[in-house]
């Protein structure tokens, strides 16, 4: 709080206890009217100081404190105000100063009794009292109420307080980076994503020296759409770009934009846009833009709706502004397909810059510079490292250093070791430990669930080579096998597909060979070769009596996350008849070639059950070396010769 609110606010509490303490406490001084024989009664018996007397009314003080109301509880006389008329339960307090008033006949004799009996006549009030005291006591509800507003004003038109100001709602809630002052983020701390950084050099270049491109009448592109998942890095790239120009950088969420209050977003937008002008040339970073900038279209009320009319702002912004004002606009969303078109095309958002999940050399990049401040031991393979983290994005192995540090602190090293990175992985990827007291007849059955995924990926061409076999509770699972590919996948034959579900289906196939049961063990893997049987059906063409027809919709390959039609499915109840048969097809498949392999190699198998029940946890090597058998082989594809 600033020191002058702060003193206003003081003068206020101030203010507020002194009339609280004299509403509560009254002034114990305070004179008490007297009927006017009584004050001729003390009078007559010396007990009179001084008075004051202007008008019809006397005040005066007490010689000794006469207790009033008198303690026999009479009531007053005639001439004493009824609101001062003391009650008989009211205690008597002494009262050192009193007032009354002259009876309306004139007490001629009034002057010379007073002078003999040695009676003060001042000329000057007895009480003269504070003037601040006074001042506060008329004028501090006025002064309270006059400061409460001032108060409210000032929150309102500076947009302080929980919920913002309401004169200062419109303000944009952008925060400002200036490069040559805070923490300055170049290329250099930007890794793995190379492809990305390079399309955005220009962008650096025309910043930093603009009349390199606008002598020849070109202009500079006014925004740059970045699309990728989440975590590869989309804001970080941003803030590299106006790092490396040198420039302010205005960042901010879209979601922060829209209010309840109609209007607001696209106040906050102009309000933005003005900071950057007088600020260019600069560079805005709006986050989230699929937040407000999904298609538009009719609402259920009619009209538009305030998340459009933000969007309407943003698009007259960036038509108002040339590229030669230096005022660049960078988005990012992992949500390309449902913006607005206006919001792409050329002149608004002119490139879209593909933020993709780093490649293995992308994730060792990534991991070198986490890693500049983590001690490491001799035994950290960065490169193996890199090729056991497929999928993983930029903020998942900044997570993955983060852990295997609290890790290896926690185990008291000085040093961050390889084993430390595993682990971390593992908890990371499966999920932390779960101390579960099982019976040793369903460690042993989890045992050959496991074990018959573990010898499947051997037996199969074209599966993944384990990684790691464990009969550990882990997250929701009671047991995890952990495969990882030899190389980065980005095109998938169907015999893989094939060698993962014969593999996902392994754990159900070695309990019916071992106990001729089933349990609920292989829910997770049901669903997931059912997935993917679907997929091989429907999205791939993988199926030779549907043929090569489209029958699901796209997913968003940012997110992960399957599509929905937008209408009816476009194809007839047959054909999702037959679509169920085929992908029920396949599963049977693949479920009899997996018991047909645990049957013939039934030795591997329990051999490889009797370690993980002694050992619990098996890497690679010791899988290789108790099974005796050789690692998974890769598929052959030989070209079909051509024919005249």
């Not at 001042?135 to 002064?143: K, T």
């Not at 300055?184 to 220009?202: C, K, M, P, S, W």
């Not at 390199?212 to 070109?218: A, F, I, N, Q």
């Not at 029920?584 to 693949?590: A, E, L, S, T, V």
Request: charged share 20%; hydrophobic share 40%; net charge negative.
């Amino acid at each position: 709080m600033p020191p002058r609110r702060t003193w206003w606010t003081f003068i206020a509490l101030l203010i507020a206890n002194y009339l609280v303490m004299r509403a509560l406490f009254p002034d114990a001084d305070a004179p008490v009217t007297v009927p006017y024989t009584v004050f001729k009664e003390q009078v007559a018996k010396g007990n009179v100081k001084a008075i004051y007397s202007q008008g019809v009314s006397i005040e005066g003080k007490f010689t000794t404190p006469v207790p009033w109301p008198p303690a026999n509880g009479q009531a007053a006389r005639d001439d004493t105000p009824l609101w001062r008329a003391p009650a008989a339960s009211q205690p008597s307090q002494p009262a050192a100063t009193f007032n009354t008033t002259l009876p309306a006949f004139v007490d001629e004799g009034l002057e010379r009794f007073l002078i003999d009996h040695q009676v003060e006549i001042s000329a000057v009030p007895i009480r003269t009292g504070s003037g601040w005291g006074t001042l506060l006591l008329g004028f501090g509800p006025a002064l309270l109420i006059i400061g409460f507003y001032v108060w409210l004003y000032r929150r309102a038109t500076q947009g302080g307080g929980l919920g913002g100001g309401m004169m200062g709602i419109g303000k944009s809630k952008a925060r400002r980076y200036d490069q040559e002052v805070e923490n300055r983020v170049t290329f250099a701390e930007v890794a793995g994503i190379d492809e990305a950084e390079n399309e955005l050099v220009e962008v650096v270049d025309f910043l930093k020296d603009p009349g390199k491109y606008t002598r020849l009448g070109g202009t500079a592109p006014k925004g740059v759409l970045l699309i990728g998942a989440p975590g590869t890095g989309k804001t970080l790239l941003a803030r590299a770009v106006a790092g490396e120009a040198g420039v302010p950088f205005f960042s901010l969420s879209a979601a922060e934009f829209v209010e309840m209050i109609v209007g607001v977003g696209a106040a906050r937008v102009r309000d933005l846009f003005k900071q950057a002008r007088e600020s260019a040339p600069a560079i805005i970073f709006i986050d989230e833009i699929d937040s407000i900038g999904r298609a538009r279209g009719p609402t259920a009320i009619g009209g538009v709706g305030e998340q459009e009319q933000t969007l309407n702002q943003i698009l007259t912004e960036m038509d108002g502004f040339s590229g030669r004002e230096g005022i660049i606009v960078l988005a990012a969303t992992n949500q390309p397909d449902v913006l607005d078109r206006a919001l792409l095309r050329p002149g608004r958002f002119d490139r879209r810059v593909v933020v993709n999940l780093p490649d293995k050399n992308g994730r060792q990049a990534i991991l070198r510079v986490h890693t500049r401040k983590v001690p490491l031991a001799a035994d950290v393979d960065l490169s193996a490292l890199a090729l056991s983290t497929p999928g993983l994005s930029g903020a998942d192995l900044k997570n993955l250093v983060n852990e295997a540090a609290l890790l290896a602190a926690r185990r008291e090293r000085n040093q961050v070791h390889h084993k430390d990175f595993v682990d971390a992985l593992e908890k990371i990827v499966l999920g932390p430990e779960r101390p579960l007291l099982l019976s040793p007849e369903d460690r042993e059955r989890i045992a050959y669930h496991e074990s018959g995924h573990a010898v499947l990926a051997l037996l199969v061409p074209g599966a993944d080579p384990v990684h790691r076999v464990t009969i550990v509770p882990r997250g929701q699972a009671l047991g995890v096998t952990y495969q990882r590919p030899q190389t980065d996948r980005y095109n998938y034959p169907e015999g893989y597909l094939r060698a993962r579900i014969i593999g996902m289906l392994g754990g159900r196939a070695a309990e019916e060979v071992v106990y001729g049961t089933k349990t609920t063990g292989a829910e997770s893997d049901i669903e997931q070769a059912t997935q993917l049987a679907r997929n091989m059906v429907t999205r791939w063409g993988m199926s030779d009596k549907l043929g090569m027809v489209q029958l699901a919709p796209r997913d968003n390959p940012y997110l992960g996350a399957a599509g929905a039609w937008a209408g009816s499915k476009p194809f007839s109840d047959q054909t999702a008849r037959e679509i169920d048969a085929e992908v029920h097809g396949i599963i049977q498949q693949c479920h009899d070639e997996a018991k047909a392999l645990l049957v013939q190699h039934r030795a591997a198998l329990d051999q490889l059950v009797e370690a993980l029940l002694a050992r619990e946890t098996l890497d690679e090597h010791e899988i290789l070396q108790v099974t005796g058998l050789p690692p998974s082989q890769p598929l052959r594809n030989t070209p079909i010769a051509a024919t005249d």
